[in-house]
């Protein structure tokens, strides 16, 4: 059986092992893969892994042999899904790996803005704090949690997660669902989407995208918020309208932001984000902890492995 990682290096530059997958079938694997070089690089493969690598309809027509694509994430909107269907293919992913990891860099950036670390210790560093006149200083409001609402919108695994802390924290929460399928736990409380806009003094985005979520952060829902709010996204890009969003933040209709994600990776020259008043932009690293990472491989390999014994699991679309 001959397996293909497009796109191995984002997931495991070297510090992790493939172990697990080699442990089933010879791997060839492939730092990046552009998508003009996919279908030669898969010629005669039965099983496609991939993280960001798309695999087209196009692509899938020119694969013969293969079918298995397992997609080292939890969105999969890089496969035809579709067309793998028509074929017979299995597409699978990979839920829950990141939960914890999200979760923290959540709160790592809801904590930037809120204390301003960075800043303090770059000032720090730059050599203000021997000159200055007093024991200490700040230049911007120190702002405490506890006491505090978050809004959360999307309370599934990641969600349930950031709650928690938020809780341990001591603020109230108020969260977004679709489907309360079971009672919410101690300190938090189901709210529709406006409320969450309009009572929250932070948000994070957690929902999946679709067409209904696309551009949930817009003109509308940004003039629902406080003032002094906070708005964080560590989901997914399209989620928020980046031109909306700068607008606010550079009007000081919101306080600040904190994304982890935009809606073209990398950037592009031009994104309204990059510069923008109070925000904050890590590059999609909120998944990339290295115990994160080891669990994403293990269940790659176990979700193949399924597959083999033909009892497939984590199967989309």
């Known amino acids: 059986m001959k397996i293909v990682l497009l796109d191995a290096y984002t997931a495991n530059p070297g510090d992790v092992s493939w172990a697990p997958l080699q442990a089933i079938a010879e791997c060839e694997i492939h730092d990046r893969t552009p998508v003009t070089e996919t279908a030669a690089r898969c010629a005669g493969a039965e099983v496609i892994i991939t993280n960001k690598a798309p695999v087209t309809r196009e692509i899938i027509a020119a694969l013969p042999d ?44 809801l904590l930037e803005l809120t204390n301003h670390v960075g800043h303090h210790a770059q000032t720090v560093a730059e050599g203000r704090w021997q000159s200055c006149p007093d024991f200490c200083y700040w230049d911007f409001p120190i702002i405490e949690l ?28 108020l969260a977004s669902k679709r489907d309360w399928k079971v009672a919410p736990p101690e300190g938090v409380t189901p709210a529709s989407i406006d409320e969450v806009f309009a009572q929250s003094d932070a948000i994070s985005l957690h929902c999946p995208l679709t067409d209904a ?86 269940a790659t390999a176990s979700n193949l492995q399924a597959f083999l014994d033909g009892k497939p699991v984590n199967v989309v679309g």
């Open 66 to 109: 293969l079918k298995y694509i397992g997609v080292t994430a939890t969105g999969y909107n890089i496969v035809d899904v579709a067309a793998a269907k028509e074929r017979g293919i299995v597409v699978t992913n990979v839920p829950g790996y990141s939960s914890p990891a999200v979760a923290q860099l959540v709160f790592a950036l």
């Open 213 to 298: 979520t696309k551009h949930l952060v817009n003109g509308r829902t940004l003039g629902l918020m406080k003032e002094s709010a906070f708005i964080i996204n560590t989901g997914r890009g399209p989620l928020v309208d980046e031109a909306a969003l700068a607008a606010a933040l550079n009007s000081g209709r919101i306080a600040g932001a904190g994304l982890d994600v935009l809606s073209v990776e990398p950037p592009k020259d031009g994104n309204p984000l990059i510069g923008a008043k109070n925000c904050l932009i890590t590059p999609h690293i909120g998944w990339a902890s290295r115990e994160a990472r080891v669990r994403l491989i293990a």
């Open 146 to 173: 506890s006491g505090r609402t978050l809004g959360i919108i999307g309370y599934g695994d990641i969600g349930s997660a950031v709650g928690r802390i938020a809780v341990a924290f001591g603020m109230k929460v």
